[in-house]
T-cell receptor, first 112, second 114 residues
């Protein structure tokens, strides 16, 4: 039973398209995150939600829009995809204040 | 703002040899520190963590790390490396007062020679 699951695992699309990635956690955590891992393996936080409220919003183009319908789900929608959006996007969850994050297996997005 | 430095981009060791991966952090208060491992094509798995107390922490897969406040370091060690340890290793520090924001180092890629 996967703790943090993301779908899809792989996504190949054309520039200019819109795509979404979904994430679900069954750990009972109250906080969820999106991280982006670039081609050099560098991991950078994008967004974080605590109990459906946005608490971290790094400098990310507004083409990226996260949504958290409830504390167990966090989705990422990307409009007008660009080549530079190609990356692996990781979802994670935690209990706020407890520090430790649990990660999903990632969603590899390739923009052609 | 907190930051993490992993000075070694690549490290190659022979199977059975000892390993030490370096990590230096910058954080104003007592840091919460982590080591994660990422195998090829996989997500990130937590190896170990330091919150407080004993400065030598034990993790999974035979790894340990030592927190040294005077050196702002949290180096990862393993006495005898196995071929399956080949992976990318990330050190990270969390800002518990800033929404649990986890800041990663740039990673160290470990190769194991048989």
């Amino acid at each position: 039973d996967t703790a943090v699951s993301q779908t899809p695992k792989y996504l190949v699309t054309q520039m200019g398209n819109d795509k979404s990635i979904k994430c679900e956690q069954n750990l009972g955590h109250d906080t969820m995150y999106w991280y982006k891992q670039d081609s050099k393996k560098f991991l950078k936080i994008m967004f974080s939600y605590n109990n459906k409220e946005l608490i971290i919003n790094e400098t990310v183009p507004n083409r990226f829009s996260p949504k958290s319908p409830d504390k167990a789900h966090l989705n990422l929608h990307i409009n007008s995809l660009e080549l530079g959006d190609s990356a692996v996007y990781f979802c994670a969850s935690s209990i706020l204040g407890r520090g430790e994050l649990f990660f999903g297996e990632g969603s590899r997005l390739t923009v052609l | 703002a907190q930051s993490v430095t992993q000075p070694d981009i690549h490290i190659t060791v022979s199977e059975g040899a000892s390993l030490e991966l370096r990590c230096n952090y910058s954080y104003g208060a007592t840091p919460y520190l982590f080591w994660y491992v990422q195998s090829p094509g996989q997500g990130l798995q937590l190896l170990l963590k330091y919150f407080s107390g004993d400065t030598l922490v034990q993790g999974i897969k035979g790894f340990e790390a030592e927190f040294k406040r005077s050196q702002s370091s949290f180096n990862l060690r393993k006495p005898s490396v196995h071929w399956s340890d080949a992976a990318e290793y990330f050190c990270a520090v969390v800002d518990t007062g800033g929404g649990n924001k986890l800041t990663f180092g740039t990673g160290t890629q470990l190769k194991v020679e048989l």
